[in-house]
């Protein structure tokens, strides 16, 4: 089956989450590949993946934005008052001298009265310049208050479905600290707000600073980072391909240790045509290894955690089904599904989909649904290196002994790269 496109130029972007696959120490960084790329979109504005941490007694934090707010609005009325009372007698002069120059020349056009109105005002404004600057930077000392507030609630709510979604709180601050010390993530924006005293700090940076405690109380911060991907690896996580990237560049990997003069033929997002209702139809392969006639296709889903209802069972069993026919038409008898889900939920669904294979009548070489924990892939991975770097040192060897004079061989060569 022709391939016409596949994306093995990006593995060298996953480079890092590789490096962490081969450590005892810092494998959280790989649960990022079970996190679907629109869980991270920041908002509808902002549509780039993004994670937040969030550090300290966020619990003690309540009343303190809850003063903060309290204290802004009471400091924004006189400010308002003030500026009211400068501007609004300077407009109704402007008003009043527009309208006696629209009488005198007859002129009533709306467009004409906006633009002389305009034209007046601007050298007013410009004569009390010197005072509107001291009102609006008295305004914005007075609103930073609420801004930090503010922004520390909006990194709360967006955080939130993380941890509910994938992650428990520790696992999820453990895999972003190690996701910036790798260097795919870099901080943009941290606000740090005291529970005691209530003070606070709002800074746009590149590298986060890391005090613990208020400098006014001594009282440890609350500590909230938003943190970005870096290019390219933004636009890998919003489209899903870290995990395919890394299933194919970790098997990859580890086939070369064990079979150094291997030929493995592995290609992530592979794309191929099949025919459907006499239609070519393109078809992506998350990780095709044709010489094994096997495919293995990566579900992340966004709520990982949901209850697995009979009907959420039978969505996923369906669309499960429906790529495993495909990859059937373009010779792939070997499937596998990699998850985000629990191993009770993938036990689950492999029992289902099993009997619907059976009553289509779809007849497969082998079919497994690997659970969303870590080991549990790495585990897998590494049998299926194993089992190809074996295949591969066997073929070898059976092709040197093959091209030696039958009277020079005293023992078979080895298998399995021992």
């Not at 600057?133 to 000392?141: C, H, I, L, M, P």
């Not at 909006?154 to 994938?166: G, N, S, T």
């Not at 980072?225 to 580890?254: A, G, M, Q």
Request: with cysteine; net charge negative.
């Amino acid at each position: 089956m022709k391939i016409e496109k596949d994306s093995s130029a990006l593995e060298s972007e996953i480079k890092p989450l590789l490096d962490a696959a081969n450590t005892e120490n810092w494998k959280d960084a790989l649960n990022i590949l079970y996190y679907n790329g629109s869980v991270l979109v920041f908002s509808e504005e902002m549509r780039i993946p993004c994670l937040v941490s969030l550090k300290g007694p966020v619990d003690d934090l309540s009343q303190a934005i809850d003063l903060l707010f309290g204290r802004a609005k009471t400091n924004i009325a006189p400010l308002v008052v003030a500026i009211a009372r400068f501007f609004i007698p300077k407009v109704f002069v402007m008003m009043r001298k527009t309208e006696k120059e629209l009488s005198s020349t007859g002129e009533m056009k709306e467009e004409t009265a906006v633009a002389m109105f305009i034209t007046g005002l601007i050298p007013e404004l410009e004569k009390s310049q010197d005072v509107l600057t001291k009102a609006f930077v008295e305004g914005a000392f007075t609103l930073s208050e609420v801004i930090a507030a503010s922004v520390f609630k909006k990194l709360e709510e967006f955080r939130a479905p993380h941890i509910h979604c994938a992650l428990d709180e520790e696992k999820y601050e453990k895999m972003v600290e190690k996701l910036w010390k790798l260097g795919l993530i870099r901080p943009r924006l941290q606000v740090n707000l005291c529970p005691e005293c209530t003070n606070y700090e709002l800074k746009l940076l590149n590298y986060p600073s890391l005090d613990n405690v208020c400098p006014s109380c001594g009282t440890e911060w609350v500590r909230g980072i938003l943190y970005t991907f870096e290019k390219t690896f933004d636009k890998i996580k919003s489209e899903n391909l870290d995990l395919p990237l890394f299933i194919s560049s970790y098997v990859r990997h580890r086939v070369s240790i064990q079979a150094p003069l291997s030929d493995l033929q592995i290609y992530p997002s592979a794309v191929m045509r099949i025919s459907e209702n006499d239609l070519e139809k393109p078809l992506e392969v998350d990780v095709y290894l044709p010489q094994f006639k096997s495919g293995i296709e990566c579900k992340v889903y966004e709520d990982a955690l949901a209850p697995m209802t009979k009907n959420r069972v039978g969505s996923i069993v369906g669309q499960l089904l429906e790529k495993a026919k495909k990859y059937s038409m373009v010779g792939i008898s070997n499937v596998y599904f990699v998850t985000n889900l629990s191993k009770g939920s993938t036990e689950e669904i492999m029992s289902a989909l099993q009997k619907a294979m059976s009553e289509e009548g779809l007849k497969l070489s082998d079919l497994r649904i690997i659970d969303g924990n870590m080991e549990s892939l790495l585990k897998w991975l590494d049998q299926t290196a194993s089992i190809i770097a074996e295949g591969f040192n066997k073929a070898l060897g059976q092709g040197l002994q093959d091209a030696l004079p039958s009277k020079s061989i005293q023992t078979p060569i080895s298998s399995g790269g021992q």
